[in-house]
């Protein structure tokens, strides 16, 4: 298949060529721009314009939103600005017929209510080991988006998930 795919695109740049062979984007995108004061009718144009283009030419699109998930040595830290474009992202799905994935459930769930909070990364591995649930901590950082390593497990782990259940995994 790949073989039919580069022989018929062969004539077009190369950019366009990876373009038009992409078949699966995970999406998470529209939260930085709650922060950078971006007016949401033009969130939600861009949001759009992306998922209207990628759709174009035959790109599965699964569109996910933020859950920002405050650091207990840092709460006021979080960037809770993230979350405000999260019904602009709903309504974009919902506009292009794309599946959704909220990550609150998900990162709500890996928490392990009875770990002990610290500074101190000692489960590094523990992801690798089958760990499932965690610190605060060790799901993200101190402004409450960027993941650490279970975080990065658990995004992982429920955005492969969701595909399998979408059946988007394979041939």
């Not at 760990?131 to 901590?137: E, Q």
Request: net charge negative; glycine share 10%.
């Amino acid at each position: 298949m790949m073989e039919e795919i580069k022989n018929r695109y062969n004539g077009l740049p190369v950019i366009a060529r990876v373009m038009l062979i992409i078949m699966l984007v995970v999406m998470l995108i529209g939260g930085n721009d709650a922060g950078q004061k971006v007016e949401r009718a033009t969130t939600a144009a861009n949001l759009d314009a992306i998922v209207s283009r990628l759709k174009d030419i035959g790109t599965r699109v699964l569109l996910v939103q933020y859950d920002v998930l405050p650091h207990p040595a840092a709460p006021e830290k979080a960037w809770a600005h993230l979350n405000a474009n999260n019904d602009l992202i709903a309504a974009a799905a919902e506009r292009h017929g794309c599946p959704l994935l909220d990550m609150g459930a998900a990162m709500q769930a890996a928490i392990d209510p009875d770990a002990v909070e610290t500074t101190t990364d000692y489960r590094l591995l523990a992801g690798w080991l089958g760990v499932r649930r965690y610190r605060v901590c060790d799901l993200v950082g101190v402004d409450g988006v960027h993941l650490n390593h279970g975080g990065e497990l658990t995004y992982g782990r429920t955005i492969f998930a969701k595909l399998a259940e979408l059946g988007w995994l394979g041939a």
